[in-house]
């Protein structure tokens, strides 16, 4: 089974800043999916940024991108220039290609704080 | 724009109630899904649905049914609610199929269970 870790229960940044949140996963399989989501305080949770394991060129979506590297099994989330709007907690996510459910495995999650 | 509701933001019940959380979602999706978030363990799959009728148990299925009549509708019940059940419900849904499809989660039930 896969399973998911995000070693940072919690982390904060000085807005404007970069903060890197951290994410290994553990998969015997090489065809996969991984993502990020973002759920703010009282609101729902949204998608932030989505990886396919066969791209080798990081995701990239205005201030969000990823590091993957796939031999490390590692999978960390880089946020730059801050703003008070991005404290959230934040959930890494691994889904199986092979999975026609798309059916996803969590991680435990990392509450970002944003100071201004 | 997707949209995923679930029947009630917060819910207190009593210890051996019947509790049903409904979900609705109105972008046809053929995927759907009931989590249930706990602080320090993220989201844990209850049971997910892929078609009317049809369910998969997901790694805590325990204490847990489910309902599909409906293409639009997944409805999670608890046949006799417990203290250990008191928790955050996440709702989801997506498309069908092998793809890098995004789930689409509602706004959650905080359900405590006394």
């Known amino acids: 089974a896969q399973t998911v870790t995000q070693s940072q229960p919690e982390m904060s940044v000085q807005e404007a800043e970069t903060v890197t949140l951290s994410c290994t996963y553990d998969?015997?399989?090489?065809?996969?999916?991984l993502f990020w989501y973002k759920q703010p305080p009282s609101r729902q949770m949204i998608l932030v940024i989505r990886?396919?394991?066969?791209?080798?060129q990081n995701a990239t979506e205005n201030r969000f991108s990823v590091n993957f590297q796939k031999a490390a099994k590692s999978f960390s989330l880089k946020i730059s220039d801050s703003q008070l709007g991005d404290a959230a907690m934040y959930f890494c996510?691994?889904?199986?290609?092979?999975?026609?459910?798309?059916?996803?495995?969590f991680g435990g999650g990392t509450r970002l704080m944003v100071k201004p | 724009d997707v949209k995923v509701t679930q029947s009630s933001r917060y819910l207190v019940k009593r210890t051996g109630e019947k509790v049903f959380l409904e979900c609705v979602q109105d972008m046809d999706h053929e995927n759907m899904f009931w989590y249930r978030q706990d602080p320090g363990l993220g989201l844990r799959l209850i049971y997910f649905s892929y078609d009317v009728k049809m369910k998969e148990k997901g790694d805590i299925p325990e204490g847990y049914s489910v309902s599909r009549e409906k293409k639009e509708r997944f409805s999670l019940i608890l046949e006799s609610a417990s203290t250990n059940q008191t928790s955050m419900y996440l709702c989801?849904?997506?498309?069908?199929?092998?793809?890098?499809?995004?789930?689409?989660f509602g706004p959650g039930t905080r359900l405590t269970v006394t």
């Open positions: 996510a691994y889904r199986s290609a092979r999975n026609a459910g798309n059916m996803l495995t």
């Open positions: 998969t015997s399989e090489s065809d996969y999916y």
């Open positions: 990886q396919e394991a066969y791209k080798q």
């Open positions: 989801a849904s997506t498309l069908g199929g092998g793809n890098s499809y995004e789930q689409y």
